[in-house]
C-alpha cells in the first residue's frame, strides 16, 4: 500500500500562479516574480559509455538565438524563442506555446571532458555531445629496500 500525501491547495497554489503569469504577459510584462526564465525546455540526458548527450526540446528558437556553455564543471543552456506578432483578430484567441528567454544548468562529473563539447540542432531539438576523458588507470609503484 503506498501513502499518497493529500495537499489539496496545490492545485489551487499552481493555478494562481498559471494566472498571474498569463495575466502580466499579456500586459507585457513578460519576466514576473524576478524569474530567470519564461520558460524551460524539456531534456533528456544520456551516458553512454564514452560521453555524456543532452537532448533539448527547443521547438522554433533559432539556433542563432541559443547559447551553450561550460564553466566550473557546470553545463548551461540558455537562448530566447521570439514571439510571434499577435495583432488583434476578430473571434476567440489562444495562445499557449510559450515564448521568452529560457536557461538550463547542470552539473556534470569530473569525466566530463569540457573542451571537445559539440552542439547542434535539428527540427527543434539540440543535441550537445559531451566526450568523457579518458580513465586514469591505478598504477602500482614498486617499494625499493633503502
Not at 503506498?2 to 500586459?27: A, C, K, Y
Not at 524551460?40 to 551553450?68: L, M, S
Request: charged share 30%; with cysteine; proline share 5%.
Amino acid at each position: 500500500m503506498n501513502l499518497v500525501r493529500f495537499e489539496p491547495w496545490s492545485i489551487l497554489d499552481q493555478m494562481h500562479r498559471d494566472l498571474n503569469r498569463s495575466t502580466l504577459r499579456g500586459l507585457g510584462h513578460v519576466n514576473d516574480e524576478g524569474a530567470v526564465a519564461d520558460w524551460v525546455p524539456a531534456v533528456d540526458i544520456v551516458e553512454q559509455k564514452d560521453r555524456f548527450v543532452v537532448h533539448a526540446d527547443v521547438p522554433g528558437v533559432n539556433p542563432d538565438d541559443i547559447d551553450v556553455s561550460m564553466d566550473g564543471g557546470i553545463l548551461s543552456i540558455s537562448g530566447e524563442r521570439r514571439a510571434e506578432d499577435r495583432s488583434a483578430v476578430d473571434g476567440v484567441q489562444r495562445y499557449e506555446r510559450l515564448s521568452g528567454r529560457f536557461f538550463r544548468r547542470f552539473t556534470l562529473p569530473e569525466s566530463a571532458d569540457a573542451e571537445n563539447i559539440t552542439a547542434r540542432c535539428t527540427n527543434g531539438i539540440l543535441e550537445i555531445s559531451i566526450p568523457k576523458q579518458p580513465e586514469v588507470q591505478a598504477r602500482r609503484i614498486k617499494v625499493e629496500v633503502a
